[in-house]
């Protein structure tokens, strides 16, 4: 059995203009921004408040992944084209994907078999060019604060060695994590460490993802912490009149980007944080122009739903006023097995041992998803490796907690695989949605909201923290930061703070080693482990299995 | 008096869309790639061979400019108003402005006054993400090469002392000129020195502008020359097989952008490379592609004709077979009097005895492009501060050599006030228009050519090689590389390499103290001074001055 490449079926389909993408929406021609025929980009003032308060979210997500993923954002397109299928209005709302993971191991980011959006070329490149601003917008703060430093005029008297700030690029770039900068004597600035973070990491990336506007762009831009003077002043980037120019841009970055699934439904992919250090999902602003363009918003949000639906939930839905009404958790037999003990090599080996051990993952992330007063429906990620009595034993044990377990074959079948999960999902909104509400409070005391996260999500019996945290404990305090969200950087292959405990962990307590500061963003990064913000590329990068002919035809794209 | 802004001129003006300019070059609208209403790209197949050879080439250049510039880009926009005015169908074909310098102190590149491309934001700010994707390009290359330095499968054994590829960023950014890589332990890869130049200084760029096609431009990014390995054997890009990955990333960067003027007619701005170290034009695809389209083509070289217009005649035009029918010589009276030996101070006082000193530096330009067979026209950019009696000197001293000098008053008048100019060109163009032809054969050896250009171009009595460059050229020779064009790296502020040598000075001998290759764009870079490749930001960045209101208006770019 062969089948054919992701960048294969995607050259095959023959696209619909975006404008004809665009009148699915009743959007009129002339308020798209058309990036060639097959990209837009959407007006800010499409987005209606109104109409987002009637329209109906469903957020993706996963039980704790596997290294190769569950299919959020296969299941998530798949998903709206069932959706579509049964005759409801859908539109899916995704990220977009890093330049640096194309190059290097993981690929791209733009679904995959029959489940994909569409240019995926372009989706994958440089698409509209949002994260080249957000790198041009996070570097030119960089170079504003070390120009300061040699500066003789507005010296701010800031500290070298307190710097926080860091330039990114988007490329996988192990060289560029830890490097000296200004050396080679008084012309080229004040010699000191530095180093290079992949674009999605960038605060500024996280910024764009939770603002709403223009002025509040500019605010949030102006927040960011930089480090402190050496009188210990805390300094910010509007101490450097940094936050217009940086805004300026993002002039266009700021408008999501429209564009189609295989089966000609509408995309909106906009923004793409990291999910550890990040919150993870694609901006407000695209998920609200969704909702107020569309009846159903299925939207994703990255690692397992410990991370990246309780950020969801409680930092976006929280802040920007959305009632996601129905929650899918996506689940493959594979990772099932392996959090049942299977080793890797057995991960495509039938076991309905494995699968049932494995199942108290997923059951922990049922519990959690209830406590945000919103129904899981669980997409079983179809593989051929699945035997039918472990997915029966799935979909059983979930009927037995009240929830609906749907196999989603929409990598093999596009919409028509995923009717039955389209079904489900619409008998939650229709029949059980309910107002969700957030875990905690932003206003509540910083150490109240992290031990909610660690004990409620995570099932911790407690959260100790390391002494570099306490510091940074006070740091916050001293700058009155404690009403921001909680964004937890955490492994994203357990429950816990220890990427070996698979399952459901329990009586284990989590580490806060230390906290970050994201003030642009609002967000408090309490780090319970070691956190990746520039990968490297493998020995064999993918850029050399990659050609392109002398009509532009792309292969080995994936 | 008070003047309006640059960026306010072009905010009044209500643009025509995009399709509207097409019209007017016979462009199907099917076959624009659209960038929002008032941009687009334009597709490789609308270059026509037969076309370029029976329309005109107009080539701007100026006199040994002063550091404020001569007006080239205001020059050139200027004319193509007034030969649209006086019924000639011509379109304008520009250098992309980089991003650093429009928030350092030079500003954009967008022309000024009533001569201007618009919208001058976007031009000035990401455009159509050219530059973005040539740093890409570049970076993806400096990542691969930093991952092979560590790989333990296929490692080339690369002496990480004799990279010569660097890393770039469109910023101005000085602290990122000299610094060290690769710090940090095994897992962050060999710690190396390394450097950021700016992007329009990358090979990508100069190979982008040098380029045909997408297999012309594979094999010129295969052939870039990376450095040697251990056992002294020369590394490329394509031993790390990179050159289509790159070509990938430049899939529509190799297609030129169509903008308007503001009196709407055409304007064709692609690529951007630096005119020291490169050729300093815009690509020749833009060139054919504007020769395709429109009668006359009205285009632009960078610095000094000794730097601009020999670059653009012996390497871009031999190479690409144009044939430019006229020049138009830039030339201020301010530069008249600072050749003629005014202190900046007196930079707007007149002067007929500074500005007949200072002729000598207009004439031996003249005489330079009558050796390529082409005759001048003599453009006086016109400045309040200018005296009739100066003037007119320069016009009759001009009218005795055979030379139209004519008053371009585009910056305040738009084509009205440049008719007078079009209609010098046009008189050239129909009536004194001979086959050109370039001072050097690229055949030649690499001495040789050096010494035609420094002895005829410059006026030097003779050149002297350092002995690093003397190391060089043997390089050159092993490497094979001797036909390659001579792409010279002098200062433009003189037409000998020592800066303080105003006017026309002879008697003189240059010095090559090294001697780079760019083996991709096919490039000899004989260095005669010290090159700036990254530059800094001002005590007081431009971008402090810049807002950005909630509708997105712009105001403070330059």
Known sequence: MSFKSDIEIAQEKQLLHIKEIAKKLAIKEDDLEMYGKYKAKLPLDLIDENKIKHNNLVLVTALTPTPAGEG????????????????????????????????????????????????????????????????????????????????????LNIDPRTILWKRVIDMNDRALRDITIGLGGTANGIPRQDGFNITPASEVMAILCMTTDFENLKKRLGDIFIGFTF??????????????????????????????TLEENPAIIHGGPFANIAQGTNTLIATKMGLSLSNYVVTEAGFGADLGAEKFLNIKSAFGGLNPKCVVLVATIRALRHHGGAKKEAYNTPSLEKVKTGFSNLEKHIENIRKFNIEPVVAINSFISDSDEEVNFVIEKCAS?????????????????????????????????TQFKPLYNWESPVKDKIETIAKEIYGATSVEYDNRAKLNLRRIDRLGFNNFAICMAKTQKSFSDNAALIGRPENFVVTVREIEIAAGAQ????????????????????????????????????
């Open 231 to 260: 009188d210990k002043k805390p300094i910010f980037a509007r101490d450097l009149k940094a936050e217009n120019a940086m805004a300026i841009l993002l002039k266009d970055a700021i408008k999501p980007n429209l564009v189609q």
């Open 401 to 433: 907690l009240g929830v609906q377990a749907v196999l989603s074959k929409g990598w093999a079948n596009g919409g028509e695989g995923t009717k039955n999960l389209a079904t489900a999902v619409v008998d939650v909104v229709e029949n059980k949605a």
């Open 523 to 558: 967000f408090i990064i309490p780090i319970l482990g070691k956190m990746m913000r520039m990968p490297g590329l493998p020995s064999k990068p993918a850029s050399e299995g990659m050609t392109i002919d002398n009509n532009g035809v792309i292969s080995g794209l994936s």
């Open 72 to 155: 959020k954002t296969t299941v998530s397109i798949g998903l709206t084209e069932g959706l579509n299928k049964i005759d409801k209005q859908a539109t899916v709302v995704l990220r977009e994907p890093s330049l640096g993971p194309v190059f290097g191991i993981k690929g791209g980011a733009a679904g995959g078999g029959f489940s994909q959006v569409v240019p995926m070329e372009d989706i994958n490149l440089h698409f509209t060019g949002d994260f080249n601003a957000i790198e041009k917008a996070n570097n030119l703060l960089s170079a504003l604060i070390d120009n300061n430093l040699q500066s003789k005029e507005n010296n």
